[in-house]
């Protein structure tokens, strides 16, 4: 069987040189390197990878495919990577293992089934990696925002596998197959390679040792690691080829309120669909990225009622612009406007659970214009930003005074993710001599229950100086739960619930005493993974005689909305 494969290896390496398809297993690409790539999948799989109903271990419909061989050079516990270029694409596979020279045809035949399979949605904290991994615990791993790792599989020495990569971007970008366990098998091949550059010790999710150097604790995955090659300790002279793309996002809104605010005024608290018994544009967008491997550049032009009635006066129609320059491994300096690094929420419908966003989210920054020096962890566990800016909610300066922010990630696991994110500012202008410092506390804990059940708790605390009878300080703090239950593969049911306190207004201004608690209860349809119709009401309740609200002819303390919401993005 080996001369069998040398043969085809052989064929099949002078294929590839000159094609990209591969999109059958017959023409799979032969690997015996650490890592093929970047390749992208540009030819339609054939029927034997798809079956409807069965979407953990097939794919549900056809897609583009890429196949890929190996044979295994020792005992093993067989893990490997895919590694996007465009961190935010999907890329799914089935792993196969071969038990004869006509696998081929029995798999086109659908008489071998793939023995690991993952179909996760990428995530960004993992930059979309995907693969094998001793942090998988399940074999197959269906469609939807679960593990991006299937579990280990024990290899042997000389065992031959298939990997068939689905594109699920349309051709998005290209990926990388990295199998760290070719690289371990050269021994003292590779230190003579790398005695000018530094070789550190990675996590077993990055590199797994032969099977036979597992520790005495196997069975509790406590492995030994292996030095491997990083590519953040090798700084190129010249750049990586760059990757330009294009994104954008289109969200429209009908919406009705009880508070009567008047025909063309937007609504109390008004961001996400802001007009009454109106349809209208929430927000079209168009996004520019260039990303390399020291350079990146971010451009996000924006319109609609959205921007116009929560957005900056001053440059209005820039959501974003920045750029920004790799210092050392993972360590960026990026500098210009930015998105808020701040809040539980993000700022569009497609990034929520929920359409509308909560009162906290309101009053929190949006936007910020400065510099910002991030680091990721080897291990993507760990992120951490400082922010330096104009202000708070500033693209231009109101005093000489700037702000300082911090920004803090940690993903426990695959499930569960805590987040710190403050905000330290003084707005005052330069003519009062008094200073009102602020700093802003936001916590965010982000959850999966189960393969169905998401959620996201979230809590602001928020100290201002000489407010509090012209010298103490002022306090106001938030709280938001977030739950989505998702019943079918394309619909979920989801419901929050906020509460916001400033007693003082220094927030709120000028409403006094402002205590508000709130409900939201809302239904998604996701036909296409780009894609969502939400239909969500909520109840709004300021604290009793606080009554901010008119509806027939009366002001009153409670509001009710109801929204229809629809949202593409490519």
Not at 278 to 288: D, E, K, P, R, S
Not at 400 to 425: C, E, I, P, Q, R
Not at 549 to 569: K, V
């Amino acid at each position: 069987m080996k001369k069998v494969f040398v043969v085809i290896a052989f064929l099949g390496g002078i294929n590839s040189a000159f094609s990209q398809e591969h999109s059958i297993c017959n023409d799979a690409i032969p690997v015996n390197a650490f890592s093929y790539g970047p390749v992208t999948p540009v030819a339609w799989a054939d029927s034997s990878l798809y079956e409807k109903g069965n979407e953990s271990m097939y794919l549900g419909k056809t897609h583009k495919v890429i196949w890929f061989s190996f044979i295994v050079p020792f005992d093993t516990l067989l893990a490997f990577q895919i590694v996007p270029d465009i961190p935010t694409d999907d890329f799914d596979f089935m792993l196969f293992k071969s038990d004869g020279d006509d696998f081929c045809r029995q798999e086109k035949l659908k008489k071998i089934q793939p023995i690991r399979a993952n179909f996760a949605k990428p995530t960004e904290y993992n930059k979309g990696v995907s693969g094998l991994s001793v942090r998988g615990t399940e074999a197959f791993v269906a469609p939807g925002f679960h593990s991006p790792y299937s579990s280990v599989v024990k290899a042997k020495k000389g065992e031959l596998y298939y990997i068939a990569v689905d594109n699920n971007e349309s051709n998005k970008g290209g990926f990388t197959l990295k199998l760290p366990f070719m690289e371990a098998s050269k021994g003292t091949a590779i230190k003579s390679y790398v005695d000018s550059v530094s070789v550190k010790k990675t996590p077993p999710i990055e590199s797994l040792a032969p099977y036979n150097q597992l520790g005495p604790h196997r069975d509790t995955v406590k492995q030994k690691s292996v030095p491997i090659i990083s590519t953040n300790d090798i700084i190129p002279q010249k750049d990586s080829a760059p990757k330009f793309k294009i994104g954008g996002y289109v969200d429209v809104y009908y919406a009705r309120y009880t508070d009567s605010a008047g025909h063309g005024q937007p609504q109390k608290f008004g961001a996400i669909s802001p007009y009454s018994n109106n349809f209208g544009l929430n927000i079209a967008q168009l996004t520019g990225q260039y990303n390399a491997d020291r350079l990146r550049a971010t451009i996000t032009l924006q319109y609609g009622d959205l921007p116009s009635v929560a957005w900056s006066p001053v440059y209005n129609y820039i959501q974003e612009a920045n750029a920004g320059v790799r210092l050392y491994k993972n360590l960026w300096l990026d500098a210009g406007f930015f998105k808020t690094h701040i809040g539980t929420e993000g700022l569009l419908p497609k990034d929520n659970i929920c359409s509308s966003v909560s009162i906290i989210t309101f009053y929190e920054p949006w936007w910020q214009s400065g510099i910002r020096l991030s680091w990721t962890g080897n291990n993507d566990k760990l992120y951490m930003a400082l922010y330096g800016v104009n202000g708070y909610n500033q693209f231009v300066s109101t005093n000489n005074k700037k702000a300082a922010g911090l920004a803090v990630t940690y993903n426990l696991s695959d499930y569960f993710s805590v987040g710190y994110y403050n905000l330290m500012s003084d707005d005052t202008p330069d003519s009062i001599p008094i200073s009102h410092w602020r700093l802003l506390n936001n916590l965010v804990i982000n959850l999966t229950i189960s393969h169905k059940i998401s959620a996201i708790v979230g809590g602001d605390f928020i100290l201002q100086q000489n407010t509090l009878n012209g010298n103490g300080y002022a306090q106001a703090y938030s709280a938001i739960g977030t739950l989505k239950y998702q019943f079918l593969k394309k619909m979920a049911v989801y419901g929050r619930f906020e509460m916001f306190n400033d007693q003082q207004s220094f927030l709120a201004e000028p409403i006094i005493n402002f205590k508000l608690m709130g409900g939201t209860l809302g239904i998604e349809y996701k036909p296409l993974a780009n894609a969502f119709i939400r239909l969500e009401g909520r109840d709004l309740n300021m604290a009793p005689g606080e009554n901010i609200f008119y509806s027939n002819g009366q002001y009153i303390n409670t509001q009710g909305e109801i929204m229809l919401n629809m949202g593409i993005w490519f």
